[in-house]
C-alpha cells in the first residue's frame, strides 16, 4: 500500500511538471510568500535557507477541527502527532500529543526537541521542558508556520527539530470594519465543540476576542475530556512607523484516562489550566524594523495518577505544580546597503517550577515520600542570550547568509550557535537551497532536580548539527507548486538515564528525504501532497518511516468539499525488545455548503474506513466517527 500510494503521488507530480510551456513568469502569487518565522521578520520565503510551511486560516479551519495541530501534522512532511481519542490529548502517563519532525521530538512526560511558538514566543511546561498540545487552538490561529530543522539560532533551547509558529489573529485590514463568526459542532461520541469570535477595526485601533468550549465522552469509558477558555487582543497604531499590541489568554481542561486495554486504570484524572499573555511594541521604518516584547506563559496543574482496577488501590496525595516561562525579547534589523539585512536580537528568560504531593482528603503537602524522591520541589533557571544574522544579496539569483548565537544557561552554561546558507536562483521561480545549522537543548528542571536521577551538577546542553539541500520551483504561472529536500541529522550529548543519574552520553544519526507539491488545476479545484522517508539509526516511538499525505480539494461560491488519504508505514509504538510497529491507512472527507452570506453548514468524517490502529501504545483509536455542525457571520 505504502508503495503503490507514493508512486501513484510521484506519478501525479510528475505529470504536471510538464505544464510549464511559456517563458512569461506569472509567478505572482510566490512573490508576495512572505513569513515572519525564518528570521523574526516578515521575509520573503524565497531568499531563505530554512525550509518553511504555511498553512493559513483557511486551511485550518476547512476542517472545524478545535486544534491547530492535526492539520499541520498532514500538511507537513515528516511532522508527526500522537493522539489517542476523538478530542483531548491530557498530560502525564499515557498521553498523547507529542510531536516529532524529521524524528526529533519528545513525549508529554519526556523534553520536547520540537519548539512551539505563539507569536514568536516559547510555549513549554517550565518543569518537564514540553508542550502542552491541549493549549494549541485553531480558535487563536490566523496562520502556522512550521520550520524544518533547527532553528535554535533564533529561538534558542528546544528548537532542536524546528519550530511550530501559531501567528495569532491580530486584524490589521486598512478599512474599518467589524466581523463576528459562530461556530457550533456535534458528532460521535458526544462530541460538542463551540467557538465564538469578533473582530473590530475602527481608526488605529484593533481588537480580536474569541471563546471556546470543547468536550467528548471520547470512545472508551473513562475517557472524557472537557475544555473551555478564551482569547483576547488588543493593537493600537501609532503612527505608520509604531504600532503595538496585547494579548493573553486561559484555557482550561479536565480530562480522564481510562490506561491501557490490557491494564485499565481508575481514577486516572488531569486538571490542567494554562495562559499566556504578551505585551509587543513594533517599529517598522524604510531601512530598518524590529520589536521589543514582553511574554508569560503558565500553567497549574492538579493529577491523579489512579490505580489499576483490577486489584489496585486509590491514591491517597495527587501531584500538583505550577510553572512559569517568561521572558523578554528584542530584535532589530536595518538594511546596511543595498540587499543587505542584518539582524541583532537579545533574549531573556526566566524559568520557574514548583512540584509537590497533596494529601488528598486534607489538601495538605506532603513533605516526605520515598516513593518519588523528589530532590527539589521549588527551583529556577534563568538563560540569556544574544545573536546576529547577516544576509545579503550578492545578485539577484544569489543569496547568502550566516548568524551566530551564544546562549548562556545558569546551570548548564554556554552555547555557540552558527548557522549558515547560501539560495540560488537560477531561474526566477525556483530556489536551490544549502544550509547548515546547529541546534540544542538545555536541560529541564525535571532533568536536574526531580526525582531520583536528578542531576544538576553536570548536565549540559543536548546538541544536533543539521545538513540540507533542497529545491522548491514554482510553474504554470504559480498554479503548480513542488519542492525537494535532502538532510542529515547529526545529534550527541542526549540526556539519558544510566545507573539511576541523569547523563549526557547519547548519539544518534537521522537522515531523509521529503517531498511535497501543490496544484491548481482549475479556480474550484486543486491536488496536494506530500511524502517523507526517513531513516533512523535507533528508530524512535511514534516517528514512521515513511509519511504521506494526499489530497483532492474543491470550492465555490457555496460549496467546498476534500478528500484526503494519509499513511503511516513502519509507525513503532514500542521499541527495543518489545519493539512493535504497524502501517496506518487513514481517509477522511469533509464538505460545507453557504445557503446565504450568513451561514454555512458543514460535516466531516475521519477514518471513514474504520481501520484498527493505535499512535499510543495500548490505546486503540476510534474507527470511523464524523461531525457536523454551522458557522455564523456577520
Same mark, same amino acid.
Given at each position: 500500500?505504502?508503495?503503490?500510494?507514493?508512486?501513484?503521488?510521484?506519478?501525479?507530480?510528475?505529470?504536471?511538471?510538464?505544464?510549464?510551456?511559456?517563458?512569461?513568469?506569472?509567478?505572482?502569487?510566490?512573490?508576495?510568500?512572505?513569513?515572519?518565522?525564518?528570521?523574526?521578520?516578515?521575509?520573503?520565503?524565497?531568499?531563505?535557507?530554512?525550509?518553511?510551511?504555511?498553512?493559513?486560516?483557511?486551511?485550518?479551519?476547512?476542517?472545524?477541527?478545535?486544534?491547530?495541530?492535526?492539520? #499541520?501534522?498532514?500538511? &507537513?512532511?515528516?511532522?508527526?502527532? =500522537?493522539? /489517542?481519542?476523538?478530542?483531548?490529548? %491530557? $498530560?502525564?502517563? !499515557? +498521553?498523547?500529543?507529542?510531536?516529532?519532525?524529521?524524528?526529533?521530538?519528545?513525549?508529554?512526560?519526556?523534553?520536547?526537541?520540537?519548539?512551539?511558538?505563539?507569536?514568536?514566543?516559547?510555549?513549554?511546561?517550565?518543569?518537564?521542558?514540553?508542550?502542552?498540545?491541549?493549549?494549541?487552538?485553531?480558535?487563536?490561529?490566523?496562520?502556522?508556520?512550521?520550520?524544518?530543522?533547527?532553528?535554535?539560532?533564533?529561538?534558542?533551547?528546544?528548537?532542536?527539530?524546528? #519550530?511550530?509558529?501559531? &501567528?495569532?489573529?491580530?486584524?490589521? =485590514?486598512? /478599512?474599518?470594519?467589524?466581523?463576528? %463568526? $459562530?461556530?457550533? !459542532? +456535534?458528532?460521535?461520541?458526544?462530541?460538542?465543540?463551540?467557538?465564538?469570535?469578533?473582530?473590530?477595526?475602527?481608526?488605529?485601533?484593533?481588537?480580536?476576542?474569541?471563546?471556546?468550549?470543547?468536550?467528548?465522552?471520547?470512545?472508551?469509558?473513562?475517557?472524557?475530556?472537557?475544555?473551555?477558555?478564551?482569547?483576547?487582543?488588543?493593537?493600537?497604531?501609532?503612527?505608520?512607523?509604531?504600532?503595538?499590541?496585547?494579548?493573553?489568554?486561559?484555557?482550561?481542561?479536565?480530562?480522564?484516562?481510562?490506561?491501557?486495554?490490557?491494564?485499565?486504570?481508575?481514577?486516572?484524572?488531569?486538571?490542567?489550566?494554562?495562559?499566556? +499573555?504578551?505585551?509587543?511594541?513594533?517599529?517598522?521604518?524604510?531601512?530598518?524594523?524590529?520589536?521589543?516584547?514582553?511574554?508569560?506563559?503558565?500553567?497549574?496543574?492538579?493529577?491523579?495518577?489512579?490505580?489499576?482496577?483490577?486489584?489496585?488501590?486509590?491514591?491517597?496525595?495527587?501531584?500538583?505544580?505550577?510553572?512559569?516561562?517568561?521572558?523578554?525579547?528584542?530584535?532589530?534589523?536595518?538594511?546596511?546597503?543595498?540587499?543587505?539585512?542584518?539582524?541583532?536580537?537579545?533574549?531573556?528568560?526566566?524559568?520557574?517550577?514548583?512540584?509537590?504531593?497533596?494529601?488528598?482528603?486534607?489538601?495538605?503537602?506532603?513533605?516526605?515520600?520515598?516513593?518519588?524522591?523528589?530532590?527539589?520541589?521549588?527551583?529556577?533557571?534563568?538563560?540569556?542570550?544574544?545573536?546576529?544574522?547577516?544576509?545579503?544579496?550578492?545578485?539577484?539569483?544569489?543569496?547568502?547568509?550566516?548568524?551566530?548565537?551564544?546562549?548562556?544557561?545558569?546551570?548548564?552554561?554556554?552555547?555557540?550557535?552558527?548557522?549558515?546558507?547560501?539560495?540560488?536562483?537560477?531561474?526566477?521561480?525556483?530556489?536551490?537551497?544549502?544550509?547548515?545549522?546547529?541546534?540544542?537543548?538545555?536541560?529541564?528542571?525535571?532533568?536536574?532536580?526531580?526525582?531520583?536521577?536528578?542531576?544538576?551538577?553536570?548536565?549540559?546542553?543536548?546538541?544536533?548539527?543539521?545538513?540540507?539541500?533542497?529545491?522548491?520551483?514554482?510553474?504554470?504561472?504559480?498554479?503548480?507548486?513542488?519542492?525537494?529536500?535532502?538532510?542529515?541529522?547529526?545529534?550527541?550529548?542526549?540526556?539519558?538515564?544510566?545507573?539511576?543519574?541523569?547523563?549526557?552520553?547519547?548519539?544518534?544519526?537521522?537522515?531523509?528525504?521529503?517531498?511535497?507539491?501543490?496544484?491548481?488545476?482549475?479556480?474550484?479545484?486543486?491536488?496536494?501532497?506530500?511524502?517523507?522517508?526517513?531513516?533512523?539509526?535507533?528508530?524512535?516511538?511514534?516517528a514512521p518511516k515513511y509519511k504521506g499525505f494526499l489530497s483532492c480539494n474543491y470550492s465555490s461560491s457555496r460549496w467546498a468539499a476534500s478528500l484526503n488519504l494519509q499513511y503511516l508505514g513502519s509507525l513503532y509504538t514500542a521499541v527495543g525488545a518489545s519493539e512493535q510497529k504497524q502501517n496506518v491507512c487513514l481517509l477522511g472527507a469533509s464538505a460545507s455548503y453557504r445557503p446565504t452570506a450568513f451561514l454555512r453548514i458543514w460535516a466531516r468524517g475521519e477514518n471513514l474506513l474504520a481501520r484498527k490502529y493505535e499512535l499510543n501504545l495500548g490505546y486503540p483509536m476510534p474507527r470511523a466517527t464524523v461531525m457536523g455542525g454551522v458557522d455564523f457571520s456577520f
Open positions: 500500500m505504502k508503495n503503490v500510494f507514493l508512486r501513484n503521488s510521484v506519478m501525479i507530480a510528475c505529470m504536471l511538471m510538464v505544464c510549464e510551456t511559456n517563458a512569461e513568469l506569472r509567478d505572482t502569487l510566490s512573490m508576495r510568500e512572505v513569513v515572519v518565522t525564518g528570521n523574526r521578520q516578515a521575509t520573503d520565503i524565497r531568499h531563505l535557507p530554512a525550509t518553511v510551511t504555511v498553512i493559513d486560516r483557511e486551511q485550518l479551519i476547512s476542517e472545524h477541527r478545535t486544534s491547530v495541530l492535526p492539520t #499541520v501534522m498532514e500538511q &507537513v512532511p515528516g511532522l508527526m502527532v =500522537t493522539s /489517542r481519542g476523538v478530542m483531548g490529548y %491530557g $498530560v502525564s502517563d !499515557g +498521553a498523547a500529543g507529542s510531536i516529532s519532525l524529521r524524528g526529533l521530538g519528545g513525549s508529554t512526560k519526556n523534553a520536547a526537541q520540537m519548539l512551539i511558538l505563539i507569536d514568536g514566543h516559547p510555549q513549554y511546561q517550565g518543569i518537564f521542558g514540553h508542550g502542552i498540545a491541549d493549549s494549541y487552538l485553531t480558535s487563536i490561529a490566523e496562520r502556522v508556520e512550521v520550520l524544518r530543522g533547527p532553528a535554535s539560532l533564533f529561538y534558542g533551547s528546544n528548537a532542536m527539530g524546528g #519550530v511550530i509558529n501559531i &501567528v495569532t489573529r491580530g486584524y490589521d =485590514t486598512l /478599512r474599518d470594519t467589524v466581523m463576528t %463568526g $459562530v461556530t457550533l !459542532g +456535534a458528532g460521535s461520541w458526544g462530541t460538542v465543540q463551540a467557538e465564538a469570535s469578533n473582530q473590530v477595526r475602527k481608526g488605529k485601533f484593533s481588537s480580536t476576542v474569541a471563546a471556546h468550549f470543547n468536550r467528548s465522552d471520547n470512545h472508551r469509558p473513562n475517557m472524557g475530556f472537557a475544555q473551555y477558555g478564551g482569547y483576547v487582543r488588543l493593537g493600537y497604531n501609532f503612527s505608520t512607523n509604531w504600532k503595538a499590541y496585547a494579548d493573553a489568554s486561559i484555557t482550561h481542561w479536565n480530562s480522564s484516562d481510562p490506561g491501557e486495554v490490557s491494564a485499565p486504570m481508575s481514577e486516572r484524572e488531569q486538571w490542567i489550566t494554562r495562559g499566556t +499573555a504578551n505585551l509587543v511594541l513594533e517599529n517598522r521604518y524604510e531601512r530598518t524594523g524590529g520589536s521589543i516584547s514582553i511574554y508569560d506563559n503558565f500553567g497549574w496543574h492538579k493529577i491523579n495518577d489512579g490505580y489499576k482496577t483490577a486489584g489496585g488501590a486509590p491514591q491517597t496525595e495527587l501531584f500538583r505544580s505550577k510553572d512559569d516561562v517568561a521572558g523578554l525579547s528584542w530584535q532589530q534589523y536595518a538594511v546596511l546597503f543595498p540587499g543587505n539585512r542584518t539582524t541583532v536580537g537579545v533574549d531573556y528568560q526566566h524559568i520557574f517550577g514548583h512540584a509537590w504531593y497533596e494529601d488528598r482528603e486534607t489538601g495538605e503537602t506532603i513533605t516526605n515520600r520515598n516513593k518519588r524522591d523528589i530532590q527539589s520541589t521549588n527551583t529556577h533557571e534563568n538563560e540569556i542570550a544574544a545573536y546576529i544574522d547577516f544576509r545579503q544579496d550578492i545578485a539577484n539569483w544569489l543569496t547568502l547568509d550566516a548568524g551566530v548565537r551564544y546562549d548562556h544557561h545558569s546551570t548548564a552554561g554556554g552555547e555557540w550557535i552558527p548557522q549558515a546558507g547560501i539560495v540560488v536562483r537560477p531561474i526566477a521561480t525556483g530556489e536551490l537551497k544549502v544550509s547548515f545549522a546547529k541546534g540544542f537543548r538545555n536541560p529541564t528542571l525535571r532533568e536536574m532536580y526531580l526525582y531520583k536521577p536528578a542531576n544538576h551538577d553536570s548536565l549540559r546542553a543536548e546538541r544536533v548539527l543539521n545538513y540540507e539541500l533542497s529545491w522548491r520551483h514554482r510553474i504554470a504561472g504559480g498554479r503548480f507548486t513542488y519542492g525537494v529536500n535532502l538532510f542529515l541529522l547529526d545529534g550527541d550529548n542526549m540526556i539519558q538515564t544510566v545507573a539511576m543519574r541523569n547523563v549526557n552520553v547519547g548519539k544518534f544519526k537521522n537522515k531523509g528525504i521529503e517531498l511535497e507539491a501543490n496544484y491548481r488545476v482549475h479556480k474550484n479545484w486543486s491536488i496536494s501532497t506530500n511524502h517523507s522517508l526517513l531513516d533512523m539509526e535507533t528508530p524512535i516511538i511514534a
